[in-house]
């Protein structure tokens, strides 16, 4: 089981606990890491894509204002090698990196700046 406290909250709100994921210790290898390559179709949106990866289970497609600033994802299944994303900001560049994971872990990507 997996226990969450809640020291304090914001403006004395109520807590809310969205999107968790944990990770166990099984045997084996993480996913090798996942080359992606994303084009900007139009000044809100772009594409993403990989090739797939050995191994795993799905993808977080990690994307920011920079690289080292990739707050925003999105998680895919492991049949998918592609996203579309269509909440960018018009007029700034865009960041993006597909992490691959399985059940013994996550292996990050490299993060590419979106092509025009």
């Known amino acids: 089981h997996v226990r969450v ?5 914001p ?10 994921r944990v990770f166990g210790k099984a045997t084996g290898q993480r996913p ?10 139009d000044e ?7 090739a797939p990866v050995d191994g795993d ?8 204002s920079a690289p080292d600033k990739l707050y925003r994802s999105w998680q895919v299944g492991g049949s998918e090698t592609s996203l579309d994303v269509r909440s960018l ?3 700034a560049e865009s960041w993006f990196a597909v992490d ?17």
Do not use: I
């Open 32 to 41: 090798a890491a996942a080359a992606c390559e994303a084009t900007r179709v």
């Open 89 to 91: 900001n018009a007029g």
């Open 100 to 116: 691959a994971f399985n059940a013994s872990g996550v292996t990050p990507g490299l993060a590419v700046v979106a092509r025009r």
């Open 11 to 20: 403006f004395e709100s109520r807590l809310a606990v969205s999107g968790v």
């Open 44 to 50: 809100l949106s772009a594409r993403v894509e990989w």
């Open 57 to 64: 289970h799905g993808y977080n497609v990690r994307f920011g």
């Open 5 to 9: 406290t809640s020291v304090t909250t």
